[in-house]
């Protein structure tokens, strides 16, 4: 019997096997959902389309974001959630880094302490690596020790590359400012972004369903993160209006979007 060759190369959202979805912007902005997020989670439920968490936070693990996800009332799982700090875990195994200094907050230092990575006090010279992530209470003297660090050879990786982070009191300088702050007093990029829109995440993600990265798509607020991730594994990417992107930047935008929609809920109609 003749059967349908699978095609390697999902071309719209109907197509895609597995859908990944930001969490700021997209399906939440602070403590409130918004509009759409349940019926879409609904709606891939009855679909038996598998749906995948990818946010760039690093504040919780991925346990606790499933946690608060569900108690916003989204049906979450918590092996389907994966985060900046999953990334970085996993960089870091591959690169064999036991021990880390790290600009980020005591919540992500004791997350890694837990998953068997030593972070040591910043400017230790024994480290092996450095995150560098946001941090809310970064000061001089922690640049000045993160700069010197560097500049003596201990490589370097960032969690994300997002310019600001936006909480419900406005925005707020994330990682890609401290990039930026780091990159002009020592000449040195990061090794490796393990956040979006690195395509690791994608990699993990594809990973663990079993799927082709190229059979899964991705629906976000951010063009410079979420869209260009999509961009750069090949995914179908839907833009929505919902968080900190508007129509025109989308339009003139070198990372564009297959579908561009006002909120998550308009995207129901195109997955079946
Ligand atoms: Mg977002």
Redesign the pocket.
């Known amino acids: 019997m003749l059967t349908t060759p699978r095609k390697f190369t999902a071309t719209n959202l109907k197509e895609c096997e597995v859908i990944l979805l930001?969490?700021?912007?997209?399906l939440k902005k602070g403590n409130q959902l918004l509009p759409g997020a349940v019926d879409l989670i609904q709606e891939l439920i009855r679909l038996r389309k598998p749906y995948y968490i990818v946010?760039?936070t690093t504040e919780v693990s991925e346990l606790q974001l499933a946690e608060e996800l569900r108690e916003l009332g989204l049906h979450v799982k918590d092996e389907h959630v994966f985060t900046a700090n999953t990334a970085t875990l996993h960089y870091c195994k591959k690169k064999e880094w036991k021990r880390v200094t790290l600009l980020g907050t005591k919540k992500q230092a004791a997350l890694y302490n837990e998953q068997g990575l030593e972070v040591m006090p910043i400017g230790d010279s024994t480290a092996d690596g450095i995150i560098v992530s946001q941090d809310p209470t970064l000061t001089y003297e922690a640049l000045t020790a993160i700069t010197r660090q560097i500049a003596n050879g201990t490589p370097y990786i960032a969690t994300n590359t997002d310019p600001l982070s936006?909480g419900e009191n406005g925005p707020s300088p994330d990682t890609g400012a401290t990039i930026g702050f780091i990159g002009v007093a020592t000449g040195v990029e990061p090794q490796a972004v393990t956040g979006k829109p690195s395509s690791l995440l994608v990699e993990l993600v594809a990973e663990h369903a079993e799927v082709p990265v190229r059979r899964m798509g991705m629906i976000?607020?951010?063009l410079n993160?979420?869209i260009k991730m999509a961009h750069r594994s090949g995914l179908v990417s839907a833009l929505v209006l919902s968080?900190?992107s508007t129509h025109s930047e989308a339009e003139s935008s070198k990372y564009r979007p297959d579908y561009i929609v006002e909120d998550v809920g308009r995207l129901i109609p195109l997955l079946s």
């Open positions: 930001d969490v700021g912007g997209t946010s760039n936006f976000g607020d951010q993160v979420d968080g900190n």
